[in-house]
C-alpha cells in the first residue's frame, strides 16, 4: 500500500467472474506522512482512504467483469461503516462484490477485515466509461498487472498464461 500514491491494493487474491468477487490484500505502511497530521502520536488510517481502499478492489472487479472494456470511476459512497481502527502495520482483506451492472454504471458491496475483525464495509456505485473516452488503458493496465489482476482473470477464465 503507498498512501501518498493511492495504491491502496497490494495483490489480488482470488477472483470469481461468475460469482463476482474479487479478494485483495494490501499491508498498511510502518510509516507515512499521512501518520504525521492523522494522529500525532496515534498513527490511524483515515476512513477516506478506506473508503478508497474499497473503491479501488470494487474498481478491478469490474474492469475484470468487463475484461478492461471500461474504466470505473467512483460516484456514490452508501452507508460506509468504519467499525474499527487501522494502524500502522495492519494487514488488510479487502473483498467486493459485484452487486449490478449495466446502463453505465456497477454497484458493489465492499468490506474490509484484519486479523479476522470487520474494519470497514460500505456499498459503491461506480460510473464506467469506454477506455476510448478516457486517458487511462495503459495505466490502468499496467497497475492490474502489478497487483496480479491479470494473472487472476487469466485463472479465473482457464486462459493460463
Given at each position: 500500500m503507498q498512501l501518498e500514491y493511492f495504491q491502496m491494493i497490494d495483490r489480488i487474491e482470488a477472483?470469481?467472474?461468475?460469482?463476482?468477487?474479487?479478494?485483495?490484500?494490501?499491508?498498511?505502511?510502518?510509516?507515512?506522512?499521512?501518520?504525521?497530521?492523522?494522529?500525532?502520536?496515534?498513527?490511524?488510517?483515515?476512513?477516506?482512504?478506506?473508503?478508497?481502499?474499497m473503491a479501488q478492489a470494487s474498481g478491478f472487479l469490474v474492469l475484470a467483469r468487463t475484461d478492461f472494456a471500461a474504466m470505473p470511476f467512483l460516484m456514490t459512497v452508501d452507508g460506509a461503516k468504519m467499525r474499527d481502527f487501522v494502524t500502522?502495520?495492519?494487514?488488510?482483506?479487502?473483498?467486493?462484490?459485484?452487486?449490478?451492472?449495466?446502463?453505465?454504471y456497477a454497484v458493489t458491496k465492499a468490506r474490509i477485515t484484519s486479523g479476522g475483525k470487520k474494519v470497514a464495509d460500505c456499498q459503491l456505485k461506480l460510473r464506467t466509461l469506454p477506455?476510448?473516452?478516457?486517458?487511462?488503458?495503459?495505466?490502468v493496465r499496467k497497475r492490474a498487472d502489478e497487483v496480479g489482476l491479470l494473472t487472476a482473470m487469466a485463472k479465473a477464465t482457464g486462459d493460463l498464461l
Amino acid at each position: 500500500m503507498q498512501l501518498e500514491y493511492f495504491q491502496m491494493i497490494d495483490r489480488i487474491e482470488a477472483l470469481d467472474l461468475e460469482q463476482g468477487t474479487l479478494v485483495a490484500s494490501s499491508t498498511v505502511p510502518d510509516a507515512s506522512p499521512v501518520f504525521e497530521g492523522h494522529f500525532p502520536g496515534m498513527p490511524l488510517v483515515p476512513g477516506v482512504l478506506l473508503i478508497e481502499t474499497m473503491a479501488q478492489a470494487s474498481g478491478f472487479l469490474v474492469l475484470a467483469r468487463t475484461d478492461f472494456a471500461a474504466m470505473p470511476f467512483l460516484m456514490t459512497v452508501d452507508g460506509a461503516k468504519m467499525r474499527d481502527f487501522v494502524t500502522p502495520g495492519s494487514a488488510l482483506e479487502i473483498t467486493a462484490t459485484l452487486e449490478h451492472e449495466g446502463s453505465g454504471y456497477a454497484v458493489t458491496k465492499a468490506r474490509i477485515t484484519s486479523g479476522g475483525k470487520k474494519v470497514a464495509d460500505c456499498q459503491l456505485k461506480l460510473r464506467t466509461l469506454p477506455f476510448d473516452q478516457v486517458p487511462l488503458a495503459a495505466i490502468v493496465r499496467k497497475r492490474a498487472d502489478e497487483v496480479g489482476l491479470l494473472t487472476a482473470m487469466a485463472k479465473a477464465t482457464g486462459d493460463l498464461l
